[in-house]
């Protein structure tokens, strides 16, 4: 038994919001355990779901490939899939059933299906992969080859046995990171994520992982692949799969999606060395922390090798938030990393969120006020997710009865007691945004009056924008107002 279909339950057309944004990334996790599998000597296969209109379109890649394995293997390195929507789960729960029916052997890898994996154990999947899954992955399903019966020797695993749930101690995540091959980025129809993103954003970007697990303990931030600890490629492996991306798709830009881009010392400075001596030319985005951008020498690094966006984990404009996250930041660094990053003409970008355990009227206030005043290139508005395993998750669990998970990504409920109901958080996202937009304007505007020069197309937009968002913001904050009250 050597035929192994792989697929994976993002269905962007499941999430509106994506939808609309159009700018998506194709499966890397998924594309790290096909790689290694065919490495291996195994016939491998792809059903890629990111514009699948049903989940029922699994059925004929399944009948053509005469799959053995159906594995359904999620990308580890992407939010979406950490968030857990219930769009996507009940997506992997109809295509479990599909392989099911038609004889094959359902093994699942995901950051939901390792939180619950009794459930989906429930729904006919064989084995649960739990955490980082590629070398359990190879190990199971040359066990079952081998039509072995005892599958505990197995690490990171969980099954059914004798109508008893089986779940093997966790496995130690990968240190060297080069010994695995690149992605099997030739399993995905590439011409359908670059046309999506050269109609949506001018340009194409592909995404990829420079290092797995954060060392960092923010105390709502799950970790269930890859952990709390930080393994790292080498430069030279990166440089070598941008030089293929670059030569096969004609790359623009590369999204690291690494939760911690460049902590190892000195990676950055002898990865930006082999950028320019490989006279490699692209533009990247990142996510950092604010406490890991204030050194200019790392700042001028990343310039150097091509960054032109970093996402920040600012959260909160109020350091009392920020302690009670164990966030391990503060407010003064967020403001001195966003300057030092304008100064090399790095974009900040802000992750923002609301809701958290104690957060007052004040504390919202003063995150209004940082984002106004900063004026981040960009920012993205949650409010707090409980996700399973996390200190934040256990403080509030008791108040998810009715519901614990998003149906996609645009939802924004609040699912515990706090200050507010649920429909103030969604009103404040809409002010926040019309707030910064309008605040943005003006700022373009005084600039117009300092450097008339320097003024472009792009700069009258943004300015005559205020025409609309001055006004939007003022009606969205009375009825903020009102909710709050």
């Known amino acids: 038994m050597n035929k192994i279909l792989f697929s994976h339950s993002y269905f962007l057309r499941f999430d509106p919001k994506q939808w609309k944004i159009g700018l998506p990334y194709a499966p890397l996790g998924t594309l790290y355990a096909a790689a290694l599998l065919r490495d291996n000597g195994y016939q491998v296969n792809l059903f890629d779901s990111m514009f699948a209109k049903s989940a029922d379109e699994i059925i004929e890649p399944l009948e053509n490939t005469g799959a053995d394995f159906f594995v359904l293997y999620d990308d580890g390195f992407n939010y979406l899939t950490k968030m857990c929507l219930t769009n996507m789960r009940e997506a992997a729960f109809k295509m479990i059933h599909r392989a099911k029916e038609r004889g094959c ?107 797995r ?3 960092f303990k923010c105390n709502w931030c799950a970790k269930p692949i890859y952990g709390n600890r930080y393994n790292s490629r080498s430069p030279e492996n990166v440089i070598k799969e941008i030089k293929l991306l670059k030569e096969k798709f004609d790359i623009d830009h590369i999204w690291f999606c690494d939760d911690i881009f460049g902590l190892k010392p000195g990676w950055v400075n002898a990865f930006a060395d082999l950028v320019e001596k490989e006279e490699i030319v692209f533009k990247f985005k990142i996510q950092c922390r604010a406490d890991l951008l204030l050194q200019e020498n790392y700042i001028k690094d990343l310039a150097r090798a091509g960054c032109d966006n970093i996402w920040m984990g600012a959260e909160s404009g109020s350091q009392k938030i920020l302690d009670a996250m164990d966030k391990g930041t503060t407010v003064g660094q967020i403001y001195s990393a966003t300057n030092l990053l304008k100064k090399h003409h790095i974009k900040p970008s802000f992750f923002i969120q609301f809701g958290y355990l104690g957060e007052t009227k004040e504390d919202i206030e003063k995150t209004i006020r940082m984002i106004n005043e900063l004026l981040p290139h960009e920012i993205g508005i949650s409010v707090s997710y409980p996700l399973p395993g996390t200190v934040f998750y256990e403080k509030v669990k008791q108040d998810l009865i009715q519901k614990s998970n998003w149906t996609d990504s645009d939802e924004l409920a609040l699912m515990f007691k706090n200050t507010y109901q649920p429909a103030f958080y969604r009103q404040l996202h809409r002010y926040v945004h019309k707030s910064y937009r309008t605040h943005l304007a003006l700022a373009n505007l005084l600039n117009l009056f300092s450097h008339p020069l320097k003024t472009n197309l792009k700069t009258l937009k943004k300015i005559s924008s205020a025409i609309y968002y001055l006004p939007a913001a003022y009606f969205d904050k009375l009825k903020l107002q009102q909710l709050g009250k």
């Open 213 to 215: 697990g954060c060392p």
């Open 105 to 211: 052997i359902v093994i699942i890898s995901s950051s939901d299906s390792t939180d619950h994996y009794k459930e989906y154990l429930e729904q006919g999947a064989d084995f649960i992969l739990l955490g980082e899954a590629e070398i359990a992955l190879l190990e199971l399903i040359q066990s079952i080859n081998k039509k072995e019966n005892d599958f505990s020797p197995i690490d990171g695993i969980a099954f059914s046995q004798h109508g008893s749930i089986m779940k093997t101690k966790r496995r130690n995540v990968l240190k060297d990171l080069d010994a695995l091959p690149l992605p099997a980025w030739d399993l995905v129809n590439i011409d359908l994520y670059k046309e999506s993103w050269k109609k949506n954003a001018g340009y194409f970007s592909m995404n990829m992982a420079t290092t």
